[in-house]
């Protein structure tokens, strides 16, 4: 086996790392994950995710969790409805009765990232996370790398793969390719035991996923299974819009001031959401990096997930594409394909850009479409057959 008897170090105990780790911890690979993070509990997860049949679920099949995956997923919760600014109920599909399970090419089911992350952490090996290290700079050692923590923790790994997020620190040891800004920014808001500071939005909701919108805006709705409800609040915004709104992102009576605003034609209803103190809020400009983009292969480092191809969130792929890189970096490095790490790292980076310029070029339009003066008809007509049945 091309890994046998080397030291592998994944930075980012996230999705994606968490997942690679586990298939290479099935094959006695020797590999380490690097997490900033001081513990597992100390940082709230996001949203929801749906896993699909032919990247995420697959992934975690190969990984063997897929049985400890069916006892944590929320049924129901990937059922849809769509409202305009008047919150008239346009789509609502809780009461319909869907055929498709696990096994089906459209079954795409939802877990919140805590469980999903807490199943994979359980599924390594005492040791296999180290916390509390945030990578600060790495050097070139023999054949591999000197990794440096903020911590002053030393590590050595013979190949380091990159799974640190959308900011990764590590990326620009492989390319200087920048990021491109979308053209929509979001204000992400969590409100924290949901049920009783906003009642209305909570039963609104029904216990699965909502969109609002019209005129190119945007309001996502995702309940937790904590009882708390995480919204997206999308819009069309220059670059440099969180600089320069003057809306102190920091202070809610600000931020709903600027709601009041900037949604006034809206209805009323909709304040709710922004009258509670019981909340986290974070502006999120959306990037991506370009479709056509290239890299010269290193025989000692690669990366999956947002770091080597982040996108906006609105074609629910981020974390999918991550566990999908995570299972054909295993295989390329795994089964006996390729017969130096050199060959294999190439043949998977050549795999996975081709993959996820077609994933990019997708979210895009869907990005634009959700923003654009028509999206309400867009997404109503995209949920309809059958476009609906690609989607859940």
Request: charged share 25%.
């Amino acid at each position: 086996m091309l890994l046998q008897n080397k030291q592998v170090a994944i930075i980012g105990g996230g999705p994606g790392g968490l997942t690679l780790a586990r298939l290479l911890q099935q094959q006695g690979v020797n590999v380490k994950v690097y997490e900033r993070d001081a513990d597992r509990y100390v940082r709230q997860q996001g949203s929801t995710l749906d896993l699909h049949d032919d990247t995420g679920l697959k992934a975690l099949d190969v990984a063997g969790l897929l049985d400890e995956f069916k006892k944590h997923y929320r049924p129901k919760a990937d059922k849809m409805r769509i409202t305009n600014s008047q919150m008239d109920i346009l789509l609502d599909d809780h009461d319909e009765k869907h055929e498709e399970d696990f096994g089906h090419e459209h079954f795409r089911p939802e877990i919140d990232r805590g469980p999903l992350r807490n199943l994979l952490i359980a599924s390594l090996n005492e040791g296999n996370i180290i916390w509390n290290a945030r990578f600060t700079e790495m050097k070139p050692s023999g054949d591999g790398w000197s990794i440096l923590f903020e911590n002053g923790a030393t590590a050595y790994a013979d190949l380091v793969i990159a799974a640190d997020g959308a900011n990764s620190r590590v990326r620009k040891y492989l390319t200087d390719i920048r990021p491109v800004y979308s053209g929509v920014s979001s204000i992400e808001v969590d409100i924290h035991n949901a049920e009783q500071h906003t009642p209305n939005l909570w039963k609104l909701v029904k216990g699965g996923k909502l969109i609002a919108l019209e005129h190119g805006k945007t309001i996502c709705f995702g309940p937790k299974g904590d009882g708390t409800l995480s919204v997206l609040i999308g819009l069309k915004t220059p670059e440099d819009w969180l600089a320069s709104s003057e809306i102190d992102f920091t202070n809610i009576a600000s931020m709903a001031a600027w709601f009041q605003k900037e949604f006034a034609a809206w209805s009323q209803e909709w304040q709710e959401l922004l009258a509670t103190d019981a909340l986290t809020l974070v502006p999120r400009p959306w990037y991506h990096f370009p479709i056509d983009q290239y890299w010269k292969a290193l025989p000692n480092l690669t990366m999956i997930g947002d770091a080597a191809h982040r996108i906006p969130p609105f074609a629910g792929e981020g974390a999918n594409q991550a566990l999908a890189d995570a299972l054909d970096l295993y295989d390329a490095l795994c089964l006996g394909q390729f017969e130096t790490i050199d060959q294999a790292i190439a043949s998977f980076e050549k795999k996975m850009c081709k993959r996820a310029a077609e994933i990019t070029e997708m979210t895009l339009q869907q990005t634009e479409a959700m923003h654009a003066e028509n999206n309400l008809q867009f997404l109503l007509d995209f949920f309809t057959w059958p476009a609906a049945s690609q989607l859940r």
